[in-house]
């Protein structure tokens, strides 16, 4: 994990389901990663997976993953390149895999209602900062041992670091 990311934003509202995020019709289908990732949010916003890139955001309302613990739904998002997620609120289960899989999960209600789709903001993780063109705002600094696993690019890379298997 950089210490800043910048990119651009994509916005959605509360309740953002992993059924959503990876339609159910795909579930048992043995896809790829990257297969997987064309089909993030395409029944929300059909234009995510074919115009999003390496680096964008996605800002989201309340209870964002709510629903099954389909890991798919962060899979999804993490092939097709998103670099963090902020939100008002995550359902716990997507909060911990968004983090296992090694993407960022940041919680703040006043920088999601602020943020506006399209724009491109700066997340500064060292200082806990969230900077967009009109204000700044904090967010509490991530655990040491979650910063690890986000270095490391997900539980799995830790895990193989730890034991020294990389």
Known sequence: MADKIKGKVWKYGDGVNTDVLYPGKYTYKNLTPEEIAS???EDLDPDFSKKAQKGDIIVAGKNFGMGSSREQAV????YKGVAAII???FSRIYFRNAINQGIP????EQASDAIENGEIIEIDFKNGKIITEKREFSFPSF???MVEILEAGGLVEYT???LGKN
Do not use: C, F, G
């Not at 899979?75 to 993490?78: E, G, P, R």
């Not at 999960?105 to 703040?108: G, N």
């Open 39 to 41: 089909h993030a949010l």
């Open 75 to 78: 899979t999804a998002l993490k």
């Open 87 to 89: 939100a008002k609120s």
């Open 105 to 108: 999960a940041i919680q703040s």
């Open 143 to 145: 655990p040491e041992k």
């Open 160 to 162: 193989k670091k730890k």
